[in-house]
């Protein structure tokens, strides 16, 4: 009786040993798809085959990969934004090369590294990821200039993915279009005055009137990491906006035409987008 009761426990005590091994292989397949190149990345574009990367991100393998960036701060290779976000916008037509010009861990997380990449491309789509494993953006119409003033439009929009992870929700600018981003020289994407705020300038900056500020840039410039929101200023509200007060992101991609040149390539008066 003794050895049948050793044998019962033996075996339960290695069934639960299997399911947990088990359920840990799960994790880690759904823990390495998180950080596996996107088909993008391999030259997979819809638009033009073969020549650009990035150019449109599959979404993501599931919202768990975004989680699990967020929990180790380890960014994916490319941050796959939903298919439908750009739908409409002047970066959703033939002939654009749509790629990513700017990724903070690439290219740096400083408001220079950023104004860098994308300063006089035009249109650009901010797509970002928290260390809460949420993703979500803007969409800026204008472009940037690096001129301390704001910039009014209807085409702006704020984004964050849905439940699914696949589609997006879109928080559009109110009626007027009014000041809808803020084109801080030292800081990061600012969409109204505080409705979604990345990177804000270490400094007060006078911009509007007063024209570009001429503080130092690179001790002035705000960090890309650290971001702001209170939605509804600028933009409309809509119910589960991710991003509450303030915030840390893991990784900032912008998405520009990149056959237009970087700003500091040339040079003189800009009247982008006219």
């Keep these: 009786m003794k050895a049948k009761r050793r044998e019962r426990v033996r075996a339960t005590h290695t069934g639960g040993t299997l399911i947990v091994l088990a359920v840990a292989c799960t994790c880690i397949r759904h823990a390495t798809s998180a950080f596996a ?3 993008a990345a391999l030259g997979l574009d819809r638009r033009s085959p073969g020549t650009s990367l990035y150019a449109t991100p599959s979404p993501s393998p599931s919202p768990l990969g975004d989680v699990l960036s ?45 104004h860098r990449c994308v300063d006089e491309r035009g249109s650009g789509l901010v797509v970002c990821l928290s260390q809460s494993g949420k993703k979500f953006g803007g969409y800026n119409p204008l472009g940037w200039r690096s001129s301390d003033d704001y910039g009014s ?7 964050f993915t849905d439940r699914s992870g696949e589609g997006s929700v879109k928080c559009p600018a109110l009626s007027g279009g009014q000041a809808v981003v803020f084109d801080y020289a030292t ?40 971001g702001t929101s209170s939605v509804g ?16 992101l893991v990784e900032l991609e912008v998405y520009c035409d990149a056959s237009i040149s970087p700003g500091g390539s040339g040079g003189g008066f800009n009247l982008w987008p006219f």
């Design 37 to 39: 190149p996107p088909p």
């Design 70 to 114: 967020g929990l180790t701060g380890r960014p994916p290779s490319s941050l796959a934004y939903p298919a439908d976000v750009l739908e409409g916008t002047n970066l959703d037509r033939a002939g654009i090369d749509l790629r990513c010009v700017y990724k903070a861990s690439r290219d740096g997380w400083s408001a220079v590294d950023f």
């Design 153 to 159: 439009s209807n085409s702006a929009f704020l984004w």
């Design 187 to 226: 800081g990061g994407p600012t969409f109204g005055s505080a409705d979604l705020c990345i990177g804000p300038p270490q400094a007060a900056v006078l911009g509007g009137f007063a024209g570009p500020d001429m503080m130092d840039t690179a001790s002035n410039a705000g960090n890309l990491r650290e």
């Design 233 to 248: 200023g600028a933009y409309d509200t809509r119910s589960g906006w991710p991003a509450r007060g303030k915030f840390r």
